[in-house]
DNA sequence: AATTAGCACTTGGAACAAAAGAGTGCTAAT
DNA sequence: ATTAGCACTCTTTTGTTCCAAGTGCTAATT
């Protein structure tokens, strides 16, 4: 009888998939009563209590206690993702918001993503972010320079995924518009276009020669090993911390410790987002993937794509029993916007904002 | 007998300085008989007692229920603070530590404000922030260009406060090096210096007189009241919040939702911070002052001085039941050395690193 | 063979009572 | 002015009972 490719029956599905919405819905264990007074299934709560138990050999479902009704495990909100969620409509309301924040024509990634993820949070009520992840491959395209006074001035470095990063130098030795001219010029040809393995030491000491201040080479390379450093190294932000409050997993306890802990580091949610390849939104749902720490939570992030590559993602956190038709509607909706806008030919439209 | 100027007897001052210092210590109500035990008094316990009744009535002592001990009210804290604080006398691991941050020579405010916030979060154990307050002040000082591609370039402002800003400006129409200098060039002479009140209409129908393409001077300045925005408004960086955790009082309940909130909205704490004038270390007890949020928590924060003018704070939040003592030692000491860091000629050292 | 009605069983939570413990306030003695 | 002593108050803990929810199983039914 009926659909087992995947093992379950279909009635076993439907129960499955009344379960895990009903907890959703009231947070609390569902009974085999609740199930059937739902009328969602014909059949009697003997019938349901009989496949609840079933299902909870397979693993899908858990129970609290010997006399509480059943709560979906890991596998189960999983499966749940994966085989039983419907598509959710989204409402002219969230569309009209999303359309909102993609008006705001910004041209830095940085500050697209920062708003997206307070969009995220807003628009889901779970606690948003947004991450540029690591990659290597980043390099300084370009220098400027421009002069501030005798003894300072300012390096720009555009990067080549389009960041620019600006460092104030200064310098022990008195300099004028022609030393720093020379200097962004000595950068662009020396220099622009290598990553951190590919500036060796002839290199230095070619850049040295040319612009005949070691002193002012040495501060200068610094600086742009500490750039090369914070172009590689992901940027994680993360707003709406308030609204993880409100759901009772997350009221007290070392849960939220844990998160918290993990938004401090960044580095586990960075490696955990920089690590996955598919271009979908991705669920990650308790401990499934080795990052330790988001033991209760499920983390869902939509990758931002510009140009084929992977420059970002903005995505949500918040309790295993998360309203995921809702969520990954929302991601895929505002992560395909924005990746759309970053991607779309830049000069086509009427002379209105066309940065931020 | 004996000092009565602030109202308390020397034995009340010695009962209520055991009180906040054992609760501070154990965070539990504290009783008569351990106040006698800890044998800094030689009276009896009833003694205490009667003392203790007094200091409740004089609203310095608070008693959750008839049969607790006594713990600080918001005044006792503030008492013990404004009188009754010892010196604390830092480790040589905790100079160490200040020291070891105050190599790192960096020019720019908001790294040294980041990094700060970081040290002060890890050297107390409570959760450390910096903040640039709100100056209507900041203007920018100067404008430079870096050209790009045909199509776009960036647009960088010096800030009054010494922070750069850049803009990634797209535009309809093609450009070269000749456009975006001499819009720079006009930007210097017509906009620099000018706050947002004085950039009016005919400042703007000149420069685009000057530069001969409307729709580059209004993207520009669009960018432009964007930027006078950022500086105006002021940042909020947190750091170690998990830290919060760990202390019961906010362990749990709405108290902890308030402070992310507010750390969220970041205005509340800007106003706080920006509104007091005095350069010592700042104790903000619960509720004291008008900002309503952080009522059950405690603000200590150092203004950051730069040539006489108040450029950031750093601080940290906790408990009332906070170690105040060493909390603000090690405020005083780090913004101490952060502002005499800013303040120090900067070209006497040798050619080391001067920038980061 | 699958479903269902019925019932015994388990368990957590609520309600209540009693006891323990901590600390006070007051009185009377020093 | 201080203090010993004690009655009093109030929270916390512990134990008990009771109840409701929900299950698992068995026997009857389709």
Redesign the pocket.
Known sequence: MSNRIDGLSD?KKLILKAIVEAHIQGG???????ITESKQL?????????E??EL?NMGYLE????????IPSKQGYRFYVDTLLEEYAMTAKEIAQINQLMKIKMSELDRILDKASKVASSLTNYTGFAIKPRSRAVTVTRFETALIDSRSFILILVASDGSVKTRNILTDSAIDLHTVTGLSQALNELVAGLDAEEITLPIMMSLENRIGDSALANTVMKSIYEVLGELDGGELKVSGLDRLLQYPEFSDSSDLGELLGAFERKDEILDLVSDTESDRVNVVIGSESSVKVINNSTFVFKPIKSKGKTVGAIGVIGPLRMDYARVLATLDNLGGNISQLLNEPKHTEKGDNHDG
């Open positions: 009635r609390e264990p569902v009974g085999s009563k609740y014909t059949c009697s709560s003997a019938t349901i209590r009989n609840m138990a909870e129970q609290p206690h010997t006399s509480a009704g059943r």
